[in-house]
């Protein structure tokens, strides 16, 4: 396919039988809740692999749900050659939301702010050190020394934690965490729970700067069912509200989008939400 076409992917599945296919999050998401969708045989597909992006749990839920198809996670990056964990299929369905346990012939931590590491449960960066790792950012030798540690470790710049059965989870990047004082708010969290909202289509949530509470303030931008119309804003915070701690909750309220701009890989572009939120706080402050 040279592009993604909701109807063309179905047919090609439908078509020759497909039984495994690489996936993004917002193809998983369109699977759940497309209506497009019910108008073709999916059955021949075994399962599906997710990455390139945090999926949450309701998502992997919604398409087993519906299509009872199994989804399971990877996780990688390019300086990793890519891929250092997978979910292995049998586990899918146990632990939904984890990428899965680490490759061979690697080792990894999660690290605090202070370069101390974690014990299982609790939330760091994750450092991966292996064969696989890259040497350096060509002619960036910053870039190579804030990305390497003196003892070969990668920092990968994403948050995530351990469980005590050696499972990772990885819930969002470092650098796009929401800091509202002094507590840290995962975007990645907030979007999952709010893509279970009946209403909500899809959603990206960014953090903006208030100066009445000289703090980051979560803001969800959400694409609403058809049918749902403005004016229904309120009524999702407050569902929210009900579902988070009170640092999690979208202070910055919430704003009806006709699409949530995204990579050709699926990750959110929050950066050009951001533009779209200071032009818009232009004209009204939060």
Not at 39 to 50: A, E, G, K, P, Q
Not at 177 to 195: N, R, T
Request: aromatic residues 8%; charged residues 25%.
């Amino acid at each position: 396919m040279p592009k993604f076409e909701l109807a063309a992917f179905c047919n090609h599945i439908q078509t020759h039988k497909i039984t495994f296919a690489y996936v993004v999050p917002p193809v998983v998401l369109l699977l759940g809740k497309s209506p497009i969708v019910s108008d073709y045989d999916l059955s021949s597909i075994r399962m599906l692999n997710s990455g390139a992006a945090p999926l949450t749990e309701d998502i992997v839920h919604a398409v087993w749900n519906r299509l009872k198809i199994p989804v399971k996670q990877g996780y990688g990056l390019s300086e990793t050659s890519p891929t250092t964990h997978a979910q292995k299929w049998e586990d899918w369905k146990t632990t939904i939301g984890s990428v899965g346990v680490l490759l061979p012939n690697q080792t990894a931590k999660y690290m605090n702010a202070e370069d101390k590491e974690v014990p299982a449960g609790q939330t760091g960066e994750l450092w991966i050190k292996g064969p696989n790792i890259f040497l350096g950012y060509l002619n960036n030798p910053t870039g190579t020394a804030n990305a390497l540690t003196s003892d070969g470790y990668f920092k990968t710049g994403d948050v995530g934690h351990q469980d005590k059965n050696g499972n990772f989870y990885i819930t969002d990047r470092v650098k796009e965490l929401i800091k509202y004082k002094g507590f840290q708010v995962p975007p990645a969290e907030l979007e999952g729970i709010l893509l279970g909202h009946e209403w909500v289509d899809d959603v990206a949530v960014i953090g903006l700067y208030d100066e009445a509470q000289a703090t980051e303030v979560p803001r969800a931008y959400v694409v609403p069912k058809k049918g749902i119309e403005k004016g229904k804003e309120g009524e999702i915070v407050a569902w929210l509200a009900k579902k988070v701690a009170s640092h999690k909750r979208l202070r910055g309220g919430i704003r009806f989008v006709d699409e949530i701009p995204k990579s050709a890989s699926g990750k959110i572009l929050r950066r050009m939400l951001k533009e779209k939120a200071l032009k818009e706080e232009g004209k009204a402050k939060l």
